[in-house]
């Protein structure tokens, strides 16, 4: 894949973590004009802002991520669930509303969610995060189908085991129970690659991949599949 992007304006929000820097660096490389936000998107009217701001968009890339909370699902707070929902999914109406109906005007667009396959397979003490997750995924289905009709593709890559360093550090990393995990659960035997999923990413981006509207991706060696 080479300047799949050539001539494109990108959008990629919390472009300082999660899979941010690398997204950055991917999809210049394929030739994008890259508008990187690093404005926190909790706050209610920044994802309007970071949008106007940015000017002509032919591409959205939601990239959000937090920390994951590792909470017994008995034992969440009312106050946990609403910052997690407000970090992760609470953004992405915004960005659609800001971003969506110039891409609908000129029937033209694209947005891709940077999610997470937490929501496809169950995890012990994560339901606060898995359920904003899910909530993530399901709204990128509802919306993917909907924009269709005006030549907008809405996508999630759904990623676990991706080499980042908001979820997998170099100290998790180098924890032998952690590589003992990995190499359980994931067949292919280590983590992807930050600038495979990336690159998919880009791929997505494309026009090369304008046949696909609201579908999730698993990026996840192979994870969700056992």
């Known amino acids: 894949m080479e300047n799949a992007l050539a001539g494109k304006r990108v959008l990629i929000t919390q472009a300082d973590a999660f899979m941010g820097p690398v997204l ?42 937090i920390k994951a909370p590792s909470t017994a699902a008995i034992e969440v707070t009312d106050a946990e669930w609403r910052d997690v929902f407000a970090a992760l999914v609470d953004p992405l109406p915004r960005l659609v509303r800001a971003a969506a109906p ?35 995924l399901a709204y990128v289905q509802a919306i993917g189908v909907e924009l269709a009709a005006h030549n907008v593709q809405v996508n999630a890559v759904a990623q676990n085991f991706v080499d980042n360093p908001t979820y997998f550090p170099p100290e998790v990393q180098a924890n032998p129970r952690f590589q003992e995990r990995l190499a359980r659960e994931v067949p292919l035997g280590r983590l992807v690659s930050a600038r ?18 609201g579908q999730v991706f698993p990026v996840c060696g192979g994870w969700v599949g056992r």
């Open 102 to 136: 110039a891409m609908v005007e000129r029937r033209a667009g694209k947005i891709l969610l940077m999610g997470s396959a937490s929501a496809l397979r169950g995890m012990k003490r994560a339901s606060t995060y898995s359920a904003a997750r899910g909530a993530q």
């Open 196 to 213: 495979e999923d990336a690159l998919f990413a880009a791929y997505l981006c494309s026009p090369a991949a304008d046949c696909f509207v």
């Open 24 to 65: 950055c660096e991917v999809f210049a490389e394929q030739g994008a004009e890259v508008v990187a936000s690093a404005d926190d998107l909790a706050v209610v009217d920044a994802a309007e802002r970071v949008v106007r701001a940015a000017g002509h968009i032919d591409v959205v890339v939601a990239n959000l991520a």
